[in-house]
């Protein structure tokens, strides 16, 4: 149990490009989902906090107006990077934790790999 | 402010036994969990401390101690498929897990 399902897996476009990253969770409901973003050799770093039906919360230093969230449902959260330039390559993650308690632990997808050329 | 503490790296041997040691100050405490990172991978979740004492689960356990906000990993029985990054996280009075840098153990033969 506990499947966090992200698509694509990998990314390789052009600067200026918009991407767009899905993160599901396929066997329970979430109302919170995170997204993390991780350059090589680094550790997690919490970009957001989607939560479903209101807009996201995001971490200090993120920009809001370049990494578009919407969580519109309880299944699903989207993550966009608007005009994507080449410092935004990294390895970006989502994770769900099961609505039913804050003691669950957070499950992750499987991560983005995005690389502007 | 909010701090997490596990060492940068660690070697054990294969076969051998391996604690990853993790200190934090947190405002509130709300629970520890441990995940395990392989290199290029997602994260996976581990084990989860909510209680003082020792939670067993297979090779590996994890022990709380929420005087000292200190937790270890014990790995035993270690194999090669055990080297990637374990990462320690706080859940804090907000709910919101704040995370550690990760421990980078390399397992040789």
């Known amino acids: 149990g506990a499947v966090v399902s992200q698509h694509p897996s990998r990314v390789i476009c052009k600067s200026g490009t918009s991407v767009k990253i899905e993160c599901r969770s396929l066997?329970?409901?979430?109302?919170?989902m995170f997204w993390y973003r991780q350059f090589p050799k680094q550790s997690l770093m919490l970009m957001a906090t989607?939560?479903?039906?209101?807009?996201?919360?995001?971490e200090q230093g993120v920009e809001k107006d370049k990494f578009l969230i919407n969580h519109a449902s309880l299944t699903l959260s989207t993550l966009t990077v608007t005009s994507a330039h080449p410092e935004d390559s990294s390895f970006y993650i989502c994770?769900?934790?099961?609505?039913?308690?804050?003691?669950?632990?957070?499950?992750f997808g499987d991560g983005t790999r995005l690389s502007i050329l | 402010g909010q701090n997490i503490d596990q060492p940068t790296e660690m070697t054990a041997t294969e076969g051998a036994i391996v604690q990853i040691n993790c200190t934090y100050q947190?405002?509130?405490?709300?629970?520890l969990f441990w995940y395990q990172q392989h290199a290029g991978e997602a994260p996976t979740f581990l084990s989860y401390?909510?209680l003082d004492g020792l939670e067993e689960k297979g090779r590996f356990s994890s022990f709380l101690s929420r005087s000292k906000g200190y937790s270890y990993l014990l790995l035993k029985e270690l194999q090669m498929k055990d080297s990637a990054s374990y990462l320690c996280?706080?859940?804090?009075?907000?709910?919101?897990?704040?995370w550690g840098a990760g421990t980078k153990l390399i397992i040789k033969p």
């Open positions: 994770s769900a934790r099961d609505m039913t308690g804050d003691h669950q632990p957070q499950h």
């Open positions: 066997d329970f409901q979430a109302t919170t």
């Open positions: 989607s939560n479903e039906g209101s807009k996201a919360t995001y």
């Open positions: 947190t405002s509130g405490f709300n629970g």
């Open positions: 401390n909510v």
């Open positions: 996280a706080v859940k804090d009075s907000n709910y919101q897990l704040i």
